[in-house]
């Protein structure tokens, strides 16, 4: 193994130091968009869940209130299943219908 060793010039080393930083840069993106697993579901705050769906945080109280889904309520955050959005979006999904062209 020893004997494989190459060196570089110069010339190769911004090369080099541009692969690092690319990697770098990807490996903080796939950190940042990472959301923490708690028992194998992901779970999304109020914050989270009403930029995803592009609604206001009234709409998600006023969801709530119906029982549209469930949500933990914690001192200071209420946090929803990534699993229970998804049933909910399903439930209420509609499918592009035909014209009969």
Do not use: W
């Not at 968009?33 to 869940?49: A, F, K, N």
């Not at 001192?75 to 009969?100: A, D």
């Amino acid at each position: 193994m020893a004997d494989r060793i190459t060196s570089l010039s110069n010339s190769d080393l911004p090369e080099l130091f541009g692969m690092i930083e690319n990697i770098n840069r990807c490996a903080e993106k796939i950190s940042s968009d990472t959301i923490p697993l708690l028992y194998g579901v992901r779970y999304l705050s109020d914050t989270e869940l009403a930029e995803k769906l592009r609604i206001s945080k009234r709409t998600l109280a006023n969801y709530r209130a119906k029982g549209e889904f469930g949500y933990y309520d914690l001192p200071g955050k209420i946090l929803y299943s990534e699993i229970e959005i998804e049933e909910f979006l399903q439930r209420h999904y509609l499918p592009p219908f035909s014209t009969g062209d």
